[in-house]
């Protein structure tokens, strides 16, 4: 178990661009998740996945945030036309869809500063 | 929009100490959870306790719950420098337990002085 992983851990970028970022869940964890964490808030749910559909998306902060998880294995989550509002802490957490299983493992996350 | 809120916002106390932070929900909940943050090792989970339990224990942490007052605790015993952290309560988001997100409070943020 080599826990979740999260590509890059940091990105700097100007406003306008496009990022993408990448999470690699728990192998045997067909469940995953986006937040975001601003300074001083605790992690805020964006999205999620179970096996390849994503099952909520109401979350997203706008239209220009979108995630994949193409064949329910990665996920990546792309943000376009970065404003320096979306400057924060990306997290992706896994689970295992079973029984009373609700824990959540998080990835170390991802910190966008958008100059 | 958070439901969780934990309270207090910050506590700083000695090392060996007890250290109690509380949170704070809206709505029904099928359980609660605690999460533990530092820049070490991200955000960890910590405990879980149902809404059918009232307390719960795993080494030298504590939880309760009261669903009539839509509160739980948690309780940190003989404290130690490797507790200082952020603490958050997390409820499900939706129906189902949390399985299909989570929301959170702001935390507390927990100093241990050596």
């Known amino acids: 178990d080599t826990g979740v992983s999260q590509d890059p851990r940091h990105k700097i970028t100007k406003r306008g661009q496009n990022v993408t970022f990448r999470c690699d869940p728990i192998?045997?964890?067909?469940?995953l998740y986006w937040y975001r964490q601003t300074l001083g808030q605790g992690p805020e749910f964006l999205t999620y996945?179970?096996?390849?559909?994503?099952?909520?998306k109401s979350r997203l902060l706008s239209d220009r945030f979108s995630a994949e998880r193409p064949k329910g294995s990665f996920s990546t989550l792309e943000i376009q036309r970065t404003e320096q509002g979306d400057s924060a802490m990306y997290l992706c957490?896994?689970?295992?869809?079973?029984?009373?299983?609700?824990?959540?493992?998080f990835g170390p996350g991802t910190r966008l500063t958008v100059t | 929009s958070q439901q969780g809120e934990e309270d207090p916002q910050a506590l700083s106390i000695q090392e060996g100490e007890n250290a109690t932070m509380n949170c704070s929900y809206k709505?029904?909940?099928?359980?609660l959870q605690w999460y533990r943050q530092n820049s070490g090792r991200g955000l960890v989970h910590l405990i879980l306790?149902?809404?059918?339990?009232r307390e719960k224990h795993s080494g030298r942490l504590r939880v309760t719950l009261d669903t009539s007052k839509k509160s739980s605790s948690l309780l940190i015993t003989a404290s130690r420098a490797a507790d200082t952290a952020s603490y958050f309560c997390?409820?499900?988001?939706?129906?189902?337990?949390?399985?299909?997100?989570?929301?959170f409070g702001k935390g507390t943020h927990l100093i241990i002085q050596p």
């Open positions: 957490a896994s689970s295992y869809r079973g029984a009373n299983s609700y824990e959540q493992y």
């Open positions: 192998s045997e964890h067909n469940r």
């Open positions: 996945f179970q096996n390849e559909a994503q099952l909520e």
């Open positions: 709505t029904s909940i099928n359980n």
């Open positions: 306790i149902r809404s059918n339990e």
């Open positions: 997390a409820t499900a988001l939706y129906s189902g337990g949390g399985a299909d997100g989570l929301t």
